[in-house]
C-alpha cells in the first residue's frame, strides 16, 4: 500500500533553518549526549569513504545514513532530495513557471501531450494533444521519466525553453521556442450542479489557494440555485494544514474549535477556531471519504463530523494525525518531520497507532482495518473500546484510534451498478482507458467538433455504433474473448449476453474517458458520477444530512419535508 501524498512538502514560505531547531532540541534534551553519537556516525561515515575496498559515492551514503535514521522514526517523517523539491513546493502553492500543457508518458514510449490549457504558452505557439515530445532545449528526452521531463519543461517565468515534437502526419520534427509564464495548478479539480438544487464540489488536494476556489466554486453553483452541497475528499492526500481548516471554516459556523495541535515543542500548539459564517455555513451537506483521504481530507470531514454539520459517507480515512514541518539542509534537500499531532474538535486523535521503525506492520494494519470496516463494520465498531469513543457537539459518538469513520459506510464495490463482471474486469484492466488513448490521439474530427463544448459535449454525446465496435475489437486484441455461450472469467471470456448487458455502464465509462481526455477532470465527474455507486448513494441520503443542517439552520427541517414529502 502506498503512503498518501502528505509525505510531500508544503510550501517553502514555512521552512525553518534545521540547526537553529536542532540546538534547542539538543540543549533541552536529557541523558546520553547527543554529540557523543554524532562523532560515531562521522567517524563511521569517514572510515567507509577512506579504507573501503571500493570507491563509494560520499553523497549516496550520506542519504543512505539520512534515510536510515528516518526510518527509525513514524511512517510520514520522510527526506526529500533537492532535484524533487521543486516540483514538491509547486503542489502546494497553486501555481508553477511552466507552459501550460498536460502529458503522459506511455510504456514505450515518449511524452505525449494529452491537452493544453487555453490560451497557455504551448497553445499559443501551436502545440497540440498528440504531440509527442523527443527533446527540451535539445536534450533528448525518449525513455525519460515523467518527473524529469516535468523538471526540464518548468523553469523561472518569462525565461524561454524550446521543444522538439512529432507530429502525426508531418514528417519532418517541430520545433518551439516558448516563453515559459505563470501557470494556476488547481486543487478543486471539478464542480456542477447535479440537479437543480444539489451542487457537487471535488478537492483533490489542499493548496494555498484551495480556500478562495472553494468560496469562487461555490460562490458560482449559488448562482445557479445551490441548496445542498457534496464535497468530495475521496483519494484527497491532504496538503497545507491551514488550507485544511480555511475550507472546513467555510462550511462551520458559530464559534468553536475546528482542530488542536500539539507538540513536544510549545511553539507547534496551536488552536483553530471557527471564525465566521462560512460560504456554505448552514445548509445540509455531504462529504465523501475513502481509505486515500488523508491529513487535511480528515481535518474538514472529521471537523464538521464533531460539529455535526455534515453527513460523513463512503469509507474510513486513512488515520494520519500527524503534523510535519519542513526543515532545510544545506543542499536544498528537505527533511520533512513530525512535529505534531492533531485533534479533532471532541478531543479526539485519528492518527493511526503505529510503532517507530514498523512501517509494513503500520501498513499492513491499515488494510485489514479498511476490510473489516465494510465487510463487517458491527462487528469492527463493537470492538473499538471506550477510551476511543467521543461525542459530537450534540451527543452522536463518533470514534478515534485510526482515521474518520463515516456515518455512512459505502464500498465502491458494493453497489449493484457496477457488480457486472465483464465490468469489473475492464476496471481493473484498464482496457477503456486505453481505447480512449489510441482514438481520441488518431481522431482530429473528434476534436475539432466539440473544441470549447465541454457542456454540449456532457450533455449531447452519445457513444456510437462504429465507436463501440472499436472498443470490442480493441479489447479482443487486448485479452478479451467474446463467446456464443459459455464463459470463463477467469480467462476473460464473455459471453453475447453478458456484454449486451454491460453495453450501457461501458458506454458511459467510455465517455467519461473521452470527456477527460478532451476537457480533463472537469468533465469526467459528472459524467462518470451518474453511475459512481458512492455519489448515487449519497444522493439517497439528504434526509440524514437536513437533520444535521437544523441544528444549524431550524429552517432547513421544514423546508426538506416540503421539498421531499
Known sequence: ???????????????FVLG?????????????????QLKKIQETFMLITQQYVEDVDPEQLAVGAIQAMIKELDPHTIYIDAENVPTVQDQYKGSFGGIGIWFEVPVNDTARVTSTIPDGPGERVGLIAGDRIIAVDNDNIVGVASLKIQNKIKGPI????????????????????????????????????????TGYVRIGRFALTTAQEFRDHVGRLKSQGLERLIVDLRG?????????VNVADEMLDGDGIILSTRG???????????????T???????????QSSASGSEIVAGALQDHDRALIVGRRTFGKGLVQRPFQLKDGSIIQMTVARYYMPSGRLIQTPYTNGEMQAYYDEKFANYEQTVLDPQAYLADIPDSLKYSTRHGRTVFGGGGVMPDVIVAPDSSAILSSPLVQSMLRTGVPFLFVREMVDHD???????????NEFIDEYAVSQNTWDAFLKFSEENGYTVASEESNHAKRVFNRNEVTESRGILAIILKARIAQRL???????????????????????????????????PSARNSSSRRDG
Open 1 to 15: 500500500m502506498h503512503r498518501p501524498l502528505t509525505r510531500y512538502l508544503i510550501p517553502a514560505l514555512l521552512v
Open 20 to 36: 537553529g531547531v536542532l540546538g534547542m532540541s539538543l540543549n533541552e534534551r536529557s541523558g546520553d549526549d547527543p554529540f557523543e
Open 158 to 197: 518569462d525565461s524561454i525553453v524550446k521543444l522538439t515534437v512529432s507530429r502525426r502526419g508531418v514528417e519532418q520534427p517541430l520545433e518551439f521556442n516558448i516563453t515559459r509564464a505563470k501557470i494556476p495548478l488547481f486543487s478543486v479539480d471539478a464542480s456542477y450542479m447535479i440537479d437543480e438544487q
Open 236 to 244: 484527497n492526500p491532504g496538503g497545507v494544514k491551514q488550507a485544511a
Open 264 to 278: 513536544r515543542n510549545p511553539r507547534e500548539n496551536e488552536i483553530d477556531r471557527i471564525t465566521r459564517g462560512g
Open 280 to 290: 456554505f455555513s448552514l445548509k445540509p451537506i455531504i462529504i465523501l471519504v475513502d
Open 444 to 454: 482530429s474530427e473528434l476534436r475539432s467538433t466539440w473544441n470549447e463544448r465541454k
Open 519 to 553: 476537457f480533463r477532470s472537469e468533465a469526467w465527474y459528472p459524467i462518470y458520477n451518474q453511475i459512481d455507486p458512492v455519489v448515487q448513494a449519497a444522493l439517497e441520503l439528504w434526509a440524514n444530512a437536513e437533520t444535521l443542517s437544523a441544528f444549524h439552520d
